[in-house]
């Protein structure tokens, strides 16, 4: 079965038992400053999971398109991929272990036709926190899985959460037994061995956990899933990575066709990273020297080095964008439309990286000499860090390359040594990707209310063109960049800061209506009218003054807000000018 069989199959099968389908989020979050791009089916959802009221109810089922990059530098191995897309049923607080447990055994054994003698699960054992997961494994065996299928581990393996804090709970993961041989007499399905496979994941999502490392319950008992498509594909057809899938099966063969040398990882590596790349530009991405435009740059500057490698000629790039995206149009549309702009952001962005590589390559292989003749094994940090500053060569690339001689690098020095010479670190920003998800409490709901008011002040003291072009919320502050072709002046600030302030005095009531994207439209409010809530948004009004699309949660009143204050303006990037302020109390 095709990936995108399994897609439809799973929307269906969840649309029959009362889900709404919803699209997929951008694979940038919005509003969500402590990740850099969407890594799980629940990030675009955490509001609702914490008691929002969804506009399309409380059943619904997406597919949502991930990205991961902890594991980036694994991808080449039979497994780990960045981009994934995830399938999900969701239930807000509607239905809870038994339904989602017998609906997951239905899908799987007569839809997907997998046997009950191939499939194993596992259940919460239980700790202080949260009782032994009974229930679950009781709604197994009634779904109809022999007891002996069914195991029990501690958090490591059966418990989720998206970093630090936030929304988590106990769940039950489905494993296939790929018939491989037991590993050893303690084989079971958390060991690692490749003989049972990870196949879904149920979270009943009903903790929340503090930053304290606290728990308490949620509003609502929440039902968060999670299906990876590629890999379901992978098993369902019989093959042994990912790669042998029609996803990535034409590129893989092109990349063989056009390679002077053989090197599957390397090519697994060109074929990986050029899907992800495709996906983030598709999205809005742009390569960088900080966060998310960063992980795009390395993921292109990766995939350049190893098309290198293979000695394939690098004016093939275009061939292979014009192939992935013929590919993958069907999945993901965004791709086609933005046909041209992919091509062009990965060339350029290639061509910039050939010298460097070309100058740094020549550079490393005079040092891996001398350093083999000194008989040493570990290229340490202060090299590192002299290709890095002398020329441009990005230290994950000499680390990939190190690694390919059998040395060891020593990474950490390098930080420290990188940390004290750069202002704007990107050790620091791949920092920030590994935390959890955003925050939400009262001061960050607030921030989110100030960040309307603001919003529509920049509107009428610059023009209806100062529209929004990204939003951060922090604990600290509200950052937020819109479209405007000038500093502002003083002037200009304080009347922006005096309406803002005067609509807080005024304590003006926040209030939602529910209506779809047309209706939205005409009403006048503003936001972004791609289809990011399905066909029904929510739309915010703060008194008369404000109305925008979005997906909240806001202050009921602005009066709670305290003083707003414009901290700084500066540039953000051409065309856009960015703003930090922070409410006083
Ligand atoms: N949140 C869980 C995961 O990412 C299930 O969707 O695995």
């Not at 804090?165 to 790929?178: I, Q, V």
């Not at 960050?444 to 008011?453: F, G, K, Q, V």
């Not at 529910?514 to 809530?533: D, I, Q, R, V, W």
């Amino acid at each position: 079965m095709k990936a995108i069989e399994i897609r439809n199959k799973y929307l269906k099968f969840f649309e029959e038992h009362g889900h709404k389908v919803i699209p997929s989020s951008p694979l940038i979050p919005e509003n969500d400053p402590s990740v850099l791009f969407t890594t799980a089916g629940m990030q675009p959802l955490v509001p609702y999971l914490l008691g929002e009221k969804h506009p399309e109810g409380k059943r619904l089922t997406d597919y949502q398109k991930c990205l991961r990059t902890v594991d980036i530098d694994e991808v080449g191995d039979n497994r780990h991929l960045t981009f994934f897309e995830m399938m999900g049923n969701w239930s807000l607080g509607d239905y809870f272990k038994e339904e989602a447990i017998s609906m997951s055994f239905e899908f799987l054994t007569k839809h997907l036709n997998i046997s009950v003698d191939k499939l194993y699960v596992t259940c919460f054992a239980g700790d202080e926190d949260c009782a032994k997961d009974e229930l679950a494994a009781s709604c197994w065996e009634k779904a109809g899985l022999p007891k002996d299928h069914i195991y029990f581990f501690g958090k490591d393996n059966n418990w989720w959460i998206a970093g630090e804090e936030g929304p988590c709970g106990p769940d039950t993961e489905m494993f296939l037994d790929t018939g491989k041989e037991p590993c050893s007499e303690h084989c079971d399905p958390s060991c690692d061995c490749g003989k049972y496979v990870e196949i879904w994941n149920n979270v009943f999502m009903e903790f929340y956990k503090h930053k304290d490392g606290s728990y308490t319950k949620l509003s609502q008992q929440n039902v968060d899933t999670g299906l990876g498509l590629e890999r379901m594909a992978m098993l369902l057809q019989g093959k042994k990575t990912p790669y042998e899938i029609e996803i990535f099966a034409p590129i893989m063969e092109k990349l063989q066709q056009l390679a002077k040398i053989e090197d599957i990882q390397s090519r697994r590596i060109v074929a990986e990273h050029l899907r992800s790349s495709m996906m983030i530009i598709a999205d809005g991405g742009i390569p960088s020297n900080t966060d998310r435009g960063y992980i795009l740059r390395r993921l292109i500057r990766r995939m350049t080095r190893h098309l290198n490698k293979l000695q394939i000629d690098l004016n093939e790039l275009p061939n292979l964008i014009n192939l992935n995206i013929d590919v993958l149009k069907n999945m993901y549309p965004e791709l086609e439309q933005n046909r041209e702009k992919i091509a062009q952001i990965l060339v350029a962005e290639k061509d910039k990286f050939m010298k460097t590589l070309v100058n740094g390559e020549r550079e490393f292989e005079k040092v891996i000499h001398r350093l083999q003749n000194e008989n040493k094994t570990v290229v340490d940090g202060s090299i590192m860090f002299k290709l890095y500053e002398t020329y441009g060569f990005p230290p994950e690339i000499t680390s990939d390359l190190a690694k390919e001689q059998g040395f060891t690098v020593d990474s950490k020095e390098f930080d420290k040594l990188f940390k004290e010479h750069q202002e704007k670190s990107r050790l620091g920003s791949e920092q920030k990707f590994k935390g959890g998800l955003a925050e939400q409490n009262e001061i960050t709901i607030a921030y989110h209310t100030a960040t309307h008011l603001l919003h529509q002040a920049l509107h009428i003291v610059l023009g209806e063109h100062a529209t929004q072009n990204g939003s951060n919320i922090t604990t600290e502050r509200l950052r937020f960049d819109f479209n405007h072709p000038a500093k502002m002046t003083k002037e200009e600030i304080q009347k922006v800061e005096d309406i803002v302030n005067e609509q807080i005095k005024k304590d003006l009531p926040v209030t939602c209506e529910e209506m779809t994207l047309e209706e939205a439209k005409k009403s006048g409010a503003t936001g972004l009218f791609e289809n990011k809530y399905g066909d029904k948004v929510k739309v915010y009004s703060i008194g008369d003054f404000s109305k925008e699309i979005c997906g909240g949660p806001h202050v009921t009143h602005t009066g709670v807000l305290g003083t707003f204050k414009i901290k700084k303006e500066e540039s953000s990037s051409a065309g856009v000018r960015r703003i930090k302020a922070v409410l006083i109390k």
